[in-house]
């Protein structure tokens, strides 16, 4: 076995004692393990001021230095972070369904943990933090594959969760962390079968599509939000012009911003200068077709990639349809599945929308920007699911569960 | 775009109408398409005469000749299962869950179909009928992928029910056949991202295997069960006998019978001689561990090799572990999560053994022969997972959907 191997060995192990852990022992684990990043402050700080001190030699962009940066403040969000997880409802062990067949077989549905949930992500370390507490609670133990920016931040980190959880009378291995953060060891990840019971990759675009072209165990894709707003004809464009703006300019660096828009051509000369004069308070850039730069002649052209691309910045493709179905036609060939909108106060119009519009979260008359486990009233999640595969939209707590059919009989033989 | 992708392409156009579809338009169609198979009789089993010549030429065993061959009877069972399919319940568009967030916005969760979903398949062409059924009625489009052995029977098949389905006002696309049967085609099947929302493969371990490791399409994985029958100190062994001999000799050919039987030590004198008497019955060849073959000295014996096989046949691997603990742990090392069984009166043993072994079915006394979606009293089947991604045990109608969430707003943002 290589050392992965060893890894994925150990993880399963202790995903066997973990599996049947009483909520009450795993709320304790994630307590103790609060406790412990808060006092392993110095030693997490120290260790993440020697992974700035090595992103800002290579010359990593401000931006990315602040998603890496830890300071006390956020160290004590992680923190509570894992006690409202604590918090949450205990997703295994719910009952789903059950019958008594004909023949006296009782066949119960029973929620149990995935096992073992590999996670990969990037910069951010609060990441192992928040990944592992959502895994311990759900049962499952967690193989946390960080960024090599923040290697020794993620080490530190896991390495104060992994002894409360032991305190707690779990398994250390309950959360495990790749340490090697070459691109061998992520490739390695992805096809560790006999381990990895399902794997989560957190990140942009060229991860997923890395996990998606070389993942052998089973993948929850997550994240990437090419989400559109359609402003249709009956749309208020008062209410139009303030959820564009929120959608676009609140946070321009996640996934459920929006990043194209579309707009009814009945009312594309009202809509647009109002929705663009909102805009430009926050110097967003417009790549518009031909229509709308008739309309807003100052703005960008927009070419073929733009319908596709989600900026994660201060820039909005814009289209000029000729009617909703041309609106639910392009978005089902360029959206990413994630969130799309109709604004509109045409009922009819909506539920066409809401039904014709594959995606994850399709909204009515409000921001894409709720497509969220909070805002939706799950709790923390894990990330946001594109594919239609076990669950779609925030992955909370039940969502990385799995179930198992427990059958009682008397002897019964077919 | 080449062939695949254009078929591809079309069916997921075809999708699309389907996904809206109304209930009683696709029952309209499953009606259709039942007379179709009938009326089309004739040419189906001319067909299928071409397929079976062809076999029969190249050297097919007899027993794979039975799984290709139709007669009026078949095409008969198959028409009758279009329209048990159609008088099961529409699995789209169940409200699963429903909240009112503080904010105002309704957050429906709502199933939906999966899209397009793609069923690779091995000899018996009555899968082209049953998977198209069932993909139809779940609102998905289906692309089937035959064995080159059925590819004249599956065209008359799918032409039949093509035909139905359109004069039942839906799109023929909504079944797709690729008739190119090349080991290529199947392995472009299994990366057609843009079009395929997951692949069923429905066949042998070799099968299974290819797909895992080739797919870039999300994939359920079906099939391969390697099911263990535990006989607990506390068993009843008349019992045990029973349900050893139903879940071993009922159909070897299937993956919930069983093929390794493990006997805690403490009853093993008495347990193995009453169930080998009742399996010698069927002249069943039994592979043991050394303990075992002490108290049987004529079988033969396992090597490591043994205690992984699906063997599929009229042989069974057998062992003496010293508690339920060994059982427990030799079942997490080799089963393949399909369907174990523990015989015991002993209910604290039971409960133990339902919790801690980590597959899709766990029974307490009665025959793992019973995982089957009819006998869950689930209706019609596609296969049965073995993955804990979305799907678990038999893959009915429910299993063939996923969910989105509707937002109704009036205005917010965040």
Redesign the interface.
């Known amino acids: 076995m290589n050392a992965l191997e060893t890894l994925g060995a150990r993880a399963k192990q202790a995903s ?1 004692t973990l ?2 852990a009483s909520t009450e022992t795993k709320n304790r684990a994630l307590a103790a393990a609060a406790q412990a990043l808060l006092e392993a402050q110095d030693a997490i700080l120290a260790e993440n001021a020697k992974d700035l001190a090595k992103a800002r030699e290579v010359g990593m962009a401000s931006s990315m230095l602040d998603r890496l940066a830890l300071d006390p403040g956020r160290l004590a969000g992680m923190a509570k972070g894992l006690l409202e997880v604590a918090e949450l409802p205990d997703p295994v062990g719910v009952t789903l369904s059950e ?1 008594v ?1 004909p023949n006296g ?1 009782r ?1 119960r549905k029973v929620s ?1 943990p ?2 073992v949930i590999a996670v990969i992500f990037e910069a951010r370390p609060n990441v192992s933090a928040d990944a592992a507490a959502l895994c311990l609670k759900s049962g499952n133990a967690v193989i946390l594959r960080g960024g090599k920016e923040a290697v020794r931040s993620n080490a530190a980190i896991v390495n104060a969760m992994r002894g409360a959880v032991e305190r707690a009378g779990l398994p250390a291995d309950c959360i495990c962390l790749v340490e090697d953060t070459s691109r061998e060891s992520a490739r390695a990840l992805m096809r560790l ?1 006999d381990y990895v ?2 794997l989560i990759p957190r990140g942009g675009a060229g991860l997923i599509h890395t996990v ?2 070389n993942a ?1 165990v ?3 894709e997550t994240g990437v939000g090419n989400c559109h707003i359609y402003i249709d004809r009956d749309a ?1 464009l008062a ?1 139009a012009a ?2 564009v ?3 676009k300019t ?1 946070r321009v660096s996640v996934c459920n911003a929006a990043e194209s828009l579309l707009v009814h051509e009945a009312v594309a000369e009202a809509a647009l200068p109002a929705v663009y004069k909102r805009l430009a308070e926050k110097q967003v850039t417009l790549y518009g077709d031909a229509r709308a730069q008739e309309i807003l002649p100052g703005i960008e052209k927009a070419d073929e990639s733009d319908w596709g691309r989600e900026y994660l910045d201060y820039k909005m493709s814009v289209k000029v349809v000729g009617s909703l179905d041309e609106a639910v036609a392009h978005i ?1 060939k360029y959206s990413s599945g994630h969130s799309d909108c109709i604004v509109t106060e045409n009922a009819a119009a909506a539920e066409r929308f ?3 519009v ?10 894409t ?3 969220d486990g909070g ?3 799950f709790g923390a999640e894990i990330g946001i699911s594109t ?7 925030p992955l909370g707590l039940p969502q990385l569960t ?13």
């Open positions: 066997r599996m049947t019958v067949r077989l066949v149990v995935m096992g079968n019971d399902v998606v072209a052998t089973p993948v929850i208020d209410m303030d959820i703006y929120n959608a609140s089902a809401l039904n014709e594959d995606s994850a979260a399709v909204y009515w008359n409000a921001s920007r709720f497509t805002c939706f009233g594919q239609k595969l076990h669950a779609r939209g799995s179930f198992k059919y427990q059958i009682y009989g008397d002897g019964q033989v077919r």
